[in-house]
Every structure is written in structure tokens, then in C-alpha cells.
């Protein structure tokens, strides 16, 4: 059975830093699908953070993250990574990873059934 992991959440105070990583487990290929992050604040919408899909070379960040977040994967561990820099407020929501998402230069969407999704973490930024 394919899980998904995340991990690395928290409480920081705004400007400051943190590191999410998600764990694949039961898919010997993981490394060579795309994944993603995406998060959901309290009464508001699922959005995509950062996806990224090694076959084709493709990253797709979100304009609200865009030279804050960095995406990269520790293939050797089957781990996807979200490097978050400069949090702000607006940032707190709990971030949840997804293998097998598509990811265009322009846009990364979840495929329904065939996404697999972790439980997520909670990042909460104080002010």
C-alpha cells in the first residue's frame, strides 16, 4: 500500500523559517513521479504550493510563494521537500503532500483517484 508522510511542521514567528518533508513509502518509483504541495487554511480553499515533476524537468510554485518556498526531492530517501523561507502570517494552514499530481509550467492540479495524499502538518506563523 502506497502512504505518504509529512512531516516538519510548527510554530514560528513571522520572517522565520522552516522545512517540511514527505516520506513515500510503497512506491518503487517515486523518485520518478511528480508530487507536489499544496495547503489549506481554516474556512478557505485547498491551494497548490509548489509541485515537481523530475521526468520532464517541470516546478510549478504558487504566486503567493514564489522566492520564498523552495521544492526538491532526497531521491536516496524517497522524500519530497518544501524549504519555506520569510513566513508570514498568511502562510499558516496545514500543508499536505500529494504523489502523483500533473504539474504544467503554468498550473499543478491533483488527478483525482490515482493522487495519493498524506494526513498533512500543521505550520502556524505568528505575528
Known amino acids: 500500500q502506497v502512504q505518504v508522510a509529512e512531516s516538519g511542521g510548527g510554530l514560528v514567528q513571522a520572517g522565520g523559517s522552516l522545512r517540511l518533508s514527505c516520506t513515500v513509502s510503497?512506491?518503487?518509483?517515486?523518485?520518478?513521479?511528480?508530487m507536489g504541495w499544496f495547503r489549506q487554511a481554516s474556512g478557505k480553499e485547498r491551494e497548490v504550493v509548489s509541485c515537481d515533476n523530475p521526468t520532464r524537468g517541470t516546478t510549478f510554485y504558487g504566486d503567493s510563494v514564489k522566492g520564498r518556498f523552495t521544492i526538491s526531492r532526497d531521491n536516496a530517501k524517497n522524500t519530497l521537500m518544501l524549504e519555506m523561507n520569510t513566513l508570514q502570517p498568511e502562510d499558516t494552514a496545514t500543508y499536505y503532500c500529494?504523489?502523483?499530481?500533473?504539474?504544467?509550467?503554468?498550473?499543478?492540479?491533483?488527478?483525482?483517484?490515482?493522487?495519493?495524499w498524506g494526513q498533512g502538518t500543521q505550520v502556524t506563523v505568528s505575528s
Open positions: 500529494a504523489l502523483r499530481v500533473i504539474v504544467l509550467p503554468d498550473r499543478c492540479a491533483a488527478t483525482g483517484t490515482l493522487t495519493v
Open positions: 510503497g512506491e518503487p518509483l517515486a523518485k520518478e513521479l511528480p
